[in-house]
């Protein structure tokens, strides 16, 4: 147990990731006096020892174990310094401009405060230049993303590496677990830095459980911790958010709504020869399924996106009897797996029950069938590219080794649990908007001082990966705030 | 029974996993729900010796780190022993145990898939974090030694 803390400061931000970070270092570069709280653990490149158990449960909300009430699909979280930057797959994906005008048209926010395409389009470099973003270079790319490039191609699909936020990076594949190398530029190695220089204080293991507001200013009270300030920053995600907001009595009803997980499902092959995808960059090439960005539908479609985990990972992902489980595992070096990324329509909600959230959600039968199509499109592009067998990790899966077997795609039964869906970028919860929780000025509506700042806050699903839509969201706030 | 899934027990002892067996290894559950984890990791990993080992580290996760979820991992645990007609889950053979884990797996009923689900992804994700059923995978391991 930490030793209780409490001060005074201007403002108070909760949450390190990628919007409490980035709002945290404007707001202290402003002059602002700020507290920068953070339930994890403070961790850097020293803790990170690249053993799958250890690593989940120091890095990640419920040691990697949270998930939707009914246990299909786990929800990836950081819980540490830098939140799930620390964790992610360092990819960088600006929000379409044509994201941007369908909330404009359908969640109104036409009217947002002078804020242009163009700023947006600005804040969005700007968070990328903080993150030492590039493309990665087709050297980069390792064996499985290639094999899924490499198959792509010769069936007429297009793809790109993709950009990402590591520099010096020396393929050791660990990016799930926190990088050794200090080469991803999560914001415990960006912003959170910058934070600190400009006179912020950090204080990690300090879980915050209610804000208090009113006309003097907040409270906010937790474990161990209280701090008193003028305002409050809310940056705990779209899970956590709703909970802390929930549990202060603020925010209606609203609050926890209209949630996307954006759920993605995995393809894992096995060629005849080494892939090792547990080294070089996980996810390093993305194969362009028939992703659709329009400004009546926002973002749709789907894509497929090279990914890698370790032994325990990998053999926890596949539902089979252990009897047919171990060969495969036999063949762990030869194993190739993508993940197909389809973005959701917003159908599921959190609520807060004795201390913690339970994560409702059914996908759509909209959302299922394209997820087979993108489970088929990724079959196709690893048989293509040579694989002996492709499964689909579902209890029911056979291998598959022709196109004939694709077929059989059609008729997995996808129920609840039977396919290991994993979902890393959840949005919602807080929507912005008029009919949303959260005002067009970042204020939660009934309040003065209470904003919110992540990706609680978008209406429908803002991008593939939401770290850079997230950071361009902070970004746009400080410029509201003067920062 | 909702938010299991969450209890799905990623093995989190870090440092100390493997356990030393001492008196000083913390504990979440009762004898007779011991008795029903190690069923299950040797269901989940046809096993017998591995489930052993297994369930301690699970039992010292739910005891620290995963208190908080250990209330409903000790339900699927109680579902699983007492949720089925014929003898309790702990007292199957092996070869009955694995077979049940996997119909449960496939059931028409959605909580018998989600504690299946829960009960074979803690199991297999804390074994196959241990350093020792690596070689088995050729896995070449951390960089970090």
């Known amino acids: 147990m930490s030793n209780p803390r409490s001060g005074r400061f201007e403002d108070v931000v909760i949450g390190s990731g990628a919007g409490g970070a980035v709002i945290a270092a404007r707001l202290a570069e402003a002059g602002r006096s700020v507290v920068l709280l953070e339930e994890g653990p403070r961790v850097g490149r020293a803790d990170f020892n690249q053993r799958e158990g250890a690593m989940y449960s120091l890095l990640y909300r419920d040691a990697g174990g949270q998930a939707t009430a ?154 161990a911790v209280r701090v008193e300030a003028e305002r409050v920053f809310v940056c705990a995600g779209t899970i956590h958010t709703p909970g802390i907001l929930e549990r202060s009595g603020l925010g209606g009803g609203q609050v926890g709504r209209n949630l996307s997980l954006q759920p993605q499902g995995p393809v894992l092959a096995v060629f005849p020869h080494k892939v090792d995808l547990h080294r070089g960059i996980p996810q390093s090439f993305g194969v362009d399924g028939p992703l659709e960005v329009s400004v009546e539908r926002g973002l749709g479609g789907f894509t497929i996106e090279g990914v890698a985990g370790g032994p325990a990972m990998t053999a926890s992902l596949v539902p089979l009897p252990m009897r047919e489980l171990k060969p495969l595992l036999g063949l762990y070096r030869q194993s190739a797996a993508a993940l197909c990324l389809v973005p959701d329509r917003p159908s599921g909600r959190v609520v807060w029950s004795k201390g913690r959230p339970k994560i409702h959600y059914a996908p759509t039968a909209e959302y299922t069938a394209r997820l087979r199509e993108a489970l088929k499109m990724g079959a196709r592009c690893y048989l293509e590219a040579g694989a002996s067998a492709v499964r689909i990790p579902v209890v029911h899966g056979k291998e598959i080794r022709s196109e004939k077997d694709i077929a059989s795609i059609d008729d997995l039964p996808l129920r609840s649990c039977d396919l290991s869906m994993i979902s890393a970028h959840p949005q919602g919860t807080c929507r912005m908007g008029p009919d949303g929780a959260v005002g067009m000025d970042f204020k939660l509506k009934g309040t003065d001082n209470v904003y919110v700042c992540d990706a609680s806050l978008f209406p429908t699903t803002s991008s593939t990966h939401t770290m850079v839509p997230v950071m361009t969201m902070a970004h746009l706030l400080a410029g509201q705030l003067g920062a | 029974m909702t938010g299991l899934l969450a209890t799905a027990g990623w093995q989190v002892w870090g440092k100390a996993a493997g356990g030393s067996g001492s008196g000083q290894v913390p504990r979440a559950f009762s004898p007779w729900q011991m008795a029903t984890l190690e069923r299950a990791c040797a269901a989940s990993l046809e096993d017998a010796d591995a489930a052993v080992v297994t369930a301690r580290e699970l039992d010292a996760h739910f005891a620290t780190t995963g208190a908080e979820v250990a209330p409903d991992f000790a339900l699927a645990l109680a579902v699983m022993e007492f949720g089925h007609a014929g003898r309790r889950f702990s007292r199957l053979s092996l070869d009955e145990a694995a077979e049940t884990l996997d119909a449960w797996a496939r059931s028409k009923v959605g909580v018998r898939r989600q504690i299946a689900k829960a009960l074979r992804d803690a199991a297999r994700f804390t074994w196959f974090g241990r350093e020792e059923t690596w070689a088995a995978l050729d896995y070449d391991g951390p960089w970090i030694r």
């Open chain 1, 70 to 223: 009914d246990g299909a699909i786990s929800v990836m979280q950081g819980r540490c310094l830098g939140g799930s930057t620390t964790i992610n797959m360092g990819d960088v994906v600006p929000m379409e401009t044509a994201v941007l005008q369908h909330w404009r048209h359908h969640f109104g926010w036409s009217d947002w405060g002078g804020i242009t395409d163009d700023d947006v389009h600005r804040a969005a470099q700007r968070a990328k230049t903080d993150i030492g973003a590039s493309r990665i270079t087709d050297a980069e790319v390792n064996t499985n993303n290639g094999l899924l490039r490499d198959g792509a191609k010769k069936l007429g699909i297009a793809g790109q590496p993709l950009e990402h936020n590591r520099t010096g990076c020396v393929g050791s594949g660990y990016c799930l677990i926190g990088c050794a190398y200090d080469a991803k530029k999560g914001t415990h190695l960006s912003y959170v830095p910058r934070f600190e220089a400009a006179g912020g204080e950090v204080w990690c293991d300090a879980r915050v459980d209610r804000v208090e507001h009113g006309a003097a200013g907040v409270v906010v009270s937790g474990v």
